[in-house]
């Protein structure tokens, strides 16, 4: 009986450290918010993070993180060669985690930076990964000075089932410093339009 009693124990014990860790690496990946709306992004240097961070304060939204299991070199050169030899292979690197209960979210922000002229390969992975027919998806980016280029039309062809709205794309140097005030403006603006404010 006594043996009972200590396996029974035992056994829960388990079950609360599995429900403990289970718990902490959801969290990791989502952040809770309205339920609705999902913010997926990849960002190697933080502007895209940044950026996702302030949408995700305007619309109420959860925040996921689209994370490759191998980490792109944090040397600029290793990864500017890394990711050159992906995008022109067409590499969908494998990801670290899936999102939760996709179905709950009707619109869904997906944000890369600009890389080579478009869409990251961890972006691409994800919205092959991802089933969004019937979403919304609105599309975000970063970039430095060659502009948007095709990121924002990258997102949307690479989502060819899904509605769109019009996506909004900024140098990563405007999420820095004194024009941080007029980005967040402009992020305001474009939530406005699309209706997307909480
Ligand atoms: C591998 C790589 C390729 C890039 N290619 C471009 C490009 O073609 N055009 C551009 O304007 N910026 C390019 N950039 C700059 C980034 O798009 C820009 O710094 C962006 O804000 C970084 O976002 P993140 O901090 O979220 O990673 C590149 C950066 C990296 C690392």
């Excluded at 959860?62 to 994370?67: C, E, G, K, Y």
């Excluded at 390969?121 to 280029?149: M, R, W």
Aim: net charge neutral; hydrophobic share 45%; charged share 15%.
């Amino acid at each position: 009986m006594r043996w009972a009693k200590l396996a029974l124990a035992a056994v829960c014990g388990l079950v609360v450290i599995f429900n403990v860790f289970g718990a902490a690496a959801n969290d990791a990946a989502t952040t809770a918010g309205n339920g609705k709306i999902l913010i997926a992004y990849y960002s190697y240097s933080g502007n895209t993070a940044t950026l996702a961070r302030e949408i995700q304060k305007q619309t109420g939204g959860d925040l996921f993180v689209i994370t490759p299991v191998n980490s792109y070199p944090s040397n600029y050169q290793e990864c500017l060669t890394q990711a050159k030899l992906e995008i022109d292979g067409g590499v969908k690197p494998e990801l670290q985690a899936n999102v939760a209960d996709l179905a709950q979210y009707d619109t869904i922000f997906v944000g890369t930076p600009n890389w080579y002229g478009g869409v990251t390969p961890p972006v691409a992975a994800f919205l092959a990964a991802n089933d969004l027919t019937g979403k919304k998806v609105i599309p975000f980016c970063t970039h430095g000075t060659g502009g948007e280029q095709k990121c924002l039309t990258g997102i949307a062809a690479l989502t060819p089932n899904s509605d769109h709205a019009a996506g909004f794309a900024v140098a990563g140097n405007r999420l820095k410093g004194a024009s941080v005030a007029d980005t967040r403006a402009a992020v305001a603006e474009w939530l406005q339009k699309i209706g997307a404010t909480k």
